[in-house]
């Protein structure tokens, strides 16, 4: 019997800070290119593929396990069946406004705690043309840097002729016991001891890095406790919300973006996060309310994270000026050191008393904290397939705590940018005109840049003064001169 898996603290926060109106999945939903010849996208061979990889990655047959003394634990479900976790939409194929609401149901229902915690639902085909979806949810407690890559291996693959690989029999692991799991967390808890005092230990032996690493941390828990001591401001994005969920899409080339990056000297996440804040200014607009700057909560990939808290300046009425500020903003966290000590800050979050942690999981996941997440991921520049069906499009799903309605999610993937808005449209009814909003928003930084970059071309006419000037502006003179006399 193998040894037990306790979450980490960031994973068990995520368990923590779930309430049946806040549900703590992050998911996806897929377009696909039916091939020529198919009808529809086979469920069944989506699932014989998933269900030969699974071996790859064990962590998609194992559900949670209390532990007496520390952090659930990962154990494998001897009750385990895949037509549980993949199944198909039944039904007339769906226009893509249906798929809109299809998804949206799908993501408004809970995870099932006593079973391994993710589902998959295949749409065969749209009404509208020859393409098919596929949407997923999988836990955010489980979905750390390493699951992610597994969840991709498990469903997507690098060619539509791709073999299906051989099936594997799987036997679940006899189910570990209270005193197992009790042990094991004392063993895990005097393993991470050890590391940290090693890791103290090697510090003593470089007194230089020492010294960088300690003001580095001492600078981002300076700042990090500057945040929780200075709310986010009052934002009409904090609302009571409820279970219902509607995700809001759209696509767009990812030249467009890199065009003003390029004009502008900035990267990628800052244009980004500058189509988000203008993007917000008009939907503040909608809902009555004064643009008022939010703070963002911005997060990477997975679980191995670094997070940052940032002004988005949704106040500003000039597109090109919002991004100079983003882009000045995201610089300084860099330099602060803040970004990276985040990391070793959500470790030692992981050595606080049981009460101390859940206490600090709710406060990080309040409205305090910050007003809305965007969470920008490049995602893979290469085509993926399923089942033989080019995947066309993928929009991220990134949850929402209580007292937030709406997460943002930006999944650069092939030659497009997705962006993805995850609401409570009961909370924010003018949820519908986000897509719209956000392609407005990139089009203002577009003729934004294209006027400023007129503007900044040096003028054909010479400099005042020279001997180039005099012959240039000779020959109107003597015109202008000639013609008097006829006047």
Same mark, same amino acid.
């Given at each position: 019997?193998?040894?037990?898996?306790?979450?980490?603290?960031?994973?068990?926060?995520?368990?923590?800070?779930?309430?049946?109106?806040?549900?703590?999945?992050?998911?996806?939903?897929?377009?696909?290119?039916?091939p020529c010849g198919s009808e529809a996208l086979d469920?069944?061979?989506?699932?014989?593929?998933?269900?030969?990889?699974?071996?790859?990655?064990?962590?998609?047959?194992?559900?949670?396990?209390?532990?007496?003394?520390?952090?659930?634990?990962?154990?494998?479900?001897?009750?385990?069946?895949?037509?549980?976790?993949?199944?198909?939409?039944?039904?007339?194929?769906?226009?893509?406004?249906?798929?809109?609401?299809?998804?949206?149901?799908?993501?408004?229902?809970?995870?099932?705690?006593?079973?391994?915690?993710?589902?998959?639902?295949?749409?065969?085909?749209?009404?509208?043309?020859?393409?098919a979806a596929i949407l997923g949810k999988v836990h955010?407690?489980?979905?750390?840097?390493?699951?992610?890559?597994?969840?991709?291996?498990?469903?997507?693959?690098?060619?539509?002729?791709?073999?299906?690989?051989?099936?594997?029999?799987?036997?679940?692991?006899?189910?570990?016991?209270?005193?197992?799991?009790?042990?094991?967390?004392?063993?895990?808890?005097?393993?991470?001891?050890?590391?940290?005092?090693?890791? /103290?230990?090697?510090?003593?032996?470089?007194?230089?890095?020492?010294?960088?690493?300690?003001?580095?941390?001492?600078?981002?828990?300076?700042?990090?406790?500057?945040?929780?001591?200075?709310?986010?401001?009052?934002?009409?994005?904090?609302?009571?919300?409820?279970?219902?969920?509607?995700?809001?899409?759209?696509?767009?080339?990812?030249?467009?973006?890199?065009?003003?990056?390029?004009?502008?000297?900035?990267?990628?996440?800052?244009?980004?996060?500058?189509? /988000?804040?203008?993007?917000?200014?008009?939907?503040?607009?909608?809902?009555?309310?004064?643009?008022?700057?939010?703070?963002?909560?911005?997060?990477?990939?997975?679980?191995?994270?670094?997070?940052?808290f940032l002004d988005l300046p949704i106040s500003e009425?000039?597109?090109?000026?919002?991004?100079? /500020?983003?882009?000045? /903003?995201?610089?300084?966290?860099?330099?602060?050191?803040?970004?990276?000590?985040?990391?070793?800050?959500?470790?030692?979050?992981?050595?606080?008393?049981?009460?101390?942690?859940?206490?600090?999981?709710?406060?990080?996941?309040?409205?305090?904290?910050?007003?809305?997440?965007?969470?920008?991921?490049?995602?893979?520049?290469?085509?993926?397939?399923?089942?033989?069906?080019?995947?066309?499009?993928?929009?991220?799903?990134?949850?929402?705590?209580?007292?937030?309605?709406?997460?943002?999610?930006?999944?650069?993937?092939?030659?497009?940018?997705?962006?993805?808005?995850?609401?409570?449209?009961?909370?924010?009814?003018?949820?519908?005109?986000?897509?719209?909003?956000?392609?407005?928003?990139?089009?203002?930084?577009?003729?934004?840049?294209?006027?400023?970059?007129?503007?900044?071309?040096?003028?054909?006419?010479?400099?005042?003064?020279?001997?180039?000037?005099?012959?240039?502006?000779?020959?109107?003179?003597?015109?202008?001169?000639?013609?008097?006399?006829?006047?």
């Amino acid at each position: 019997m193998r040894w037990v898996q306790r979450l980490s603290a960031l994973d068990s926060s995520f368990l923590t800070v779930e309430t049946s109106v806040a549900h703590m999945h992050v998911g996806w939903l897929s377009t696909l290119l039916l091939p020529c010849g198919s009808e529809a996208l086979d469920a069944q061979s989506l699932a014989k593929r998933i269900a030969a990889r699974l071996h790859l990655a064990p962590r998609f047959r194992q559900r949670l396990a209390a532990s007496p003394l520390g952090e659930p634990a990962w154990v494998d479900d001897p009750g385990f069946r895949l037509h549980r976790h993949v199944r198909e939409i039944e039904g007339a194929p769906p226009t893509r406004a249906q798929l809109d609401v299809i998804a949206g149901q799908f993501l408004s229902v809970q995870l099932d705690r006593t079973r391994p915690l993710w589902e998959i639902a295949v749409v065969p085909r749209l009404a509208d043309d020859r393409r098919a979806a596929i949407l997923g949810k999988v836990h955010h407690s489980m979905v750390d840097g390493i699951a992610a890559v597994e969840l991709g291996m498990l469903l997507f693959d690098l060619a539509p002729d791709a073999a299906l690989p051989a099936r594997v029999d799987w036997e679940p692991e006899r189910a570990a016991g209270p005193l197992q799991l009790a042990a094991g967390s004392v063993v895990d808890g005097a393993i991470e001891q050890f590391r940290a005092a090693r890791r /103290v230990a090697s510090l003593g032996m470089a007194p230089k890095k020492t010294i960088r690493i300690a003001e580095t941390m001492r600078r981002a828990a300076l700042q990090v406790a500057e945040d929780v001591i200075n709310p986010a401001p009052p934002s009409f994005l904090n609302r009571d919300i409820g279970p219902t969920r509607a995700l809001v899409c759209e696509r767009m080339p990812v030249d467009r973006l890199l065009r003003i990056k390029e004009a502008r000297g900035v990267k990628l996440n800052d244009v980004v996060l500058a189509v /988000v804040s203008g993007a917000l200014r008009r939907f503040a607009v909608l809902h009555d309310e004064e643009p008022k700057s939010v703070r963002g909560e911005g997060e990477s990939s997975g679980n191995q994270i670094t997070f940052a808290f940032l002004d988005l300046p949704i106040s500003e009425k000039r597109p090109l000026r919002r991004l100079s /500020v983003i882009h000045g /903003v995201t610089q300084e966290l860099k330099r602060s050191g803040r970004i990276a000590g985040s990391e070793v800050i959500l470790r030692g979050a992981g050595q606080l008393p049981g009460f101390l942690k859940e206490r600090a999981a709710r406060m990080a996941a309040s409205p305090r904290m910050y007003n809305v997440t965007v969470s920008n991921v490049p995602g893979p520049r290469v085509k993926l397939y399923a089942t033989g069906c080019e995947v066309e499009a993928i929009y991220p799903v990134i949850p929402i705590t209580e007292g937030h309605a709406l997460a943002i999610g930006v999944l650069t993937y092939g030659d497009a940018v997705h962006f993805a808005c995850y609401v409570d449209p009961e909370a924010l009814a003018a949820a519908p005109a986000l897509a719209k909003l956000i392609e407005g928003s990139v089009t203002d930084l577009e003729q934004a840049a294209r006027g400023a970059k007129r503007a900044d071309q040096p003028s054909r006419n010479p400099p005042s003064g020279s001997p180039e000037e005099g012959r240039r502006r000779a020959p109107p003179a003597r015109a202008r001169a000639r013609r008097a006399p006829a006047t």
